[in-house]
Structure formats: structure tokens, C-alpha cells
């Protein structure tokens, strides 16, 4: 396939469709239906994007998973393995730029892997892409609701709450059955499989609507660290792929999911907990912007084979 930035464009259609039809809908179709009710509407489909849809996706995936179990572990070690050095990095940048790091560092270290992520592999490398990235994914992710808690200073937090989690404890079932080998009925899997299949579509239209529904004032700072964010994830994904040695499709799948903009639930948690809410907001609209500009041309430039 083309791997020329009109051959990556044409490509990336569906997620610039299905990421549009969320702003349209966020900024025309619910204010003029719904008024000052939409807001309760757009909270409805990110709770089932982020409570159904997406942990349906995880235990179908991992129930049919093609991987070896060998190299299943292997991605979850580099998603890992990825964490380690996107802490490591966002600690040193936030030094530098004399920043509270609990308060900051979530916003740096965990990239919109799941609306946007998981879309972008899906529709780039199919169903062998879906599969590496749901299993970089449940790393992150699982990481994301235990560390940024923690980091907001949550006290009441605790691992009782942590397994309460939906996407984590998808995760624990779906890893459950693939290591055990378990069989799902046809009827059961056709059933979570369906619901599951919402979940890539929904998830860009999720996104296009809370984006809609973020008021940030966008800055020279919010834009200087868009921009780390972005370069933060390119160069983690660099080490990443050089340290396990990775090529063809997972190795791009790393680069994808790398390159993701700072994800939503970094400012979900931050309005959540009230901390740091208006600078979150603007990395999150700043990043994604900056990503959805930045991502066709990096891959183009790394000459990414599609």
C-alpha cells in the first residue's frame, strides 16, 4: 500500500470522519436538541465508550488473540518498558521547567492510547494491528488509573478501587482467558464482540465531543508543551522499538501509539479532582490538535510501511 502523505491521508478518512462527526455533533446537533442538557448526553457516551464498549473490545480481543502468549508478554513488557522511560523523560522536562510533577506529569506521560490510539491501529494495520495495540494498551491504561490518582494526591484511593475499574477488570478476564486457554462460546463471544465493535467508531466520536466541550485558553506554554508531548512520545517509541528490536507491524503500532496526544482522561481526571484542571484541558485540545496535524506527515517521514 501507499506510504506517501496522500496514501497516509486517505488512510487516516475514517478517523478524521468519525473525529468530525463528534465535534458536529458536540457543537451544533446536541446544543440545538438538548441546550444546557448535552453536556449529560456527551458524558452518557463516554461512560460507555470507557465502561462497555472499550472493556467488550479488551475480553473479545484477548479471547481470539492470533499472538503467541510468548509475544503477547512481549508487547505488554514494551508498553512497560515505555512507561519507564515516558516517566523518566517527563520528569526531566518538568525540572527543567520548574513544574509540579504530580500535578503535570500525567498530562506528559500517558497519550490518548484508547479513543484515539486503538483507532488509529485498527484502521492502518486491521485486525493484526488491533491486537498489538490492545495489549500496549491495557498497560497503559492500567497504569493511568493507578498512578494519576495517586499522583493528585486521592487518599481515599486504594487497589479495591483500582480493581473496580472497568477497563481493568476487562483486562484481568481477558488476560485470564487467553493465558488459560478458555474457550468462549460462540454465542457469548458473538455477543461481547458486538458490543465491542462500537467501541473503535464511538471512541473518535467521543473524542471529537469532549474536545467540543473543553474550554481552554490555549497559550505559548500550552503549546511548548503540546509539543513535548508529542516529541516525548516519538522519542519513547524510538527506544522502545530499539530495545526489543521490533519490526513490521508491531514495531509501527509502537510508533502509532507512541505519537498519541495527551489523553482525555488526563483532563477528566484533573477536572475530577479540581487540580491543575485548566492547564490539562488546553495540553489535551493543544496535543490532539497538534497530533492530528503532525501524526501523517511523521509517519510519512519515517517512510512507514502501510
Known sequence: ?????????????????????????????????????RHHYSDLLVNYVANLATPSLIIATFSRLNMSQNETAQVMLAGFTYLLFSVIFSFLILRIHNKNFNLT???????????LGIPVSYYLFH??????????FVVLVSAQFFLTPTFLGDKSFSLRE?????????????????FTNFHLSNLIYQAIALIGSTAIPLSLISLGMTLMNIYALLSYEILIFSIYRILLGIVTAFLV??????????????????????????????????????????????STVLSFILLPIVLTAINLEL
Do not use: R
Open 241 to 286: 522499538n530499539l530495545v526489543f528490536g521490533f519490526e513490521g507491524i508491531i514495531q509501527n503500532v509502537i510508533w502509532c501509539m507512541g505519537m498519541m496526544p495527551s489523553a482525555v482522561f488526563c483532563y477528566l481526571f484533573a477536572h475530577k479532582y479540581k487540580k491543575n484542571e485548566s492547564f490539562m484541558a488546553g495540553l489535551v485540545l493543544g
Open 1 to 37: 500500500m501507499p506510504h506517501n502523505l496522500l496514501g497516509v491521508l486517505i488512510l487516516f478518512a475514517p478517523i478524521l470522519f468519525w473525529t468530525s462527526c463528534g465535534l458536529a455533533i458536540g457543537k451544533f446537533i446536541l446544543p440545538a436538541i438538548l441546550g444546557e442538557k
Open 105 to 115: 506529569a500525567h498530562g506528559l506521560i500517558f497519550g490518548n492510547v484508547g479513543n
Open 127 to 136: 485486525s493484526e494491528g488491533l491486537e498489538y495495540a490492545i495489549s500496549f
Open 162 to 178: 483500582f480493581f473496580k475499574v472497568p477497563v481493568v477488570i476487562a483486562t484481568c478476564i481477558g488476560l485470564i482467558i487467553y
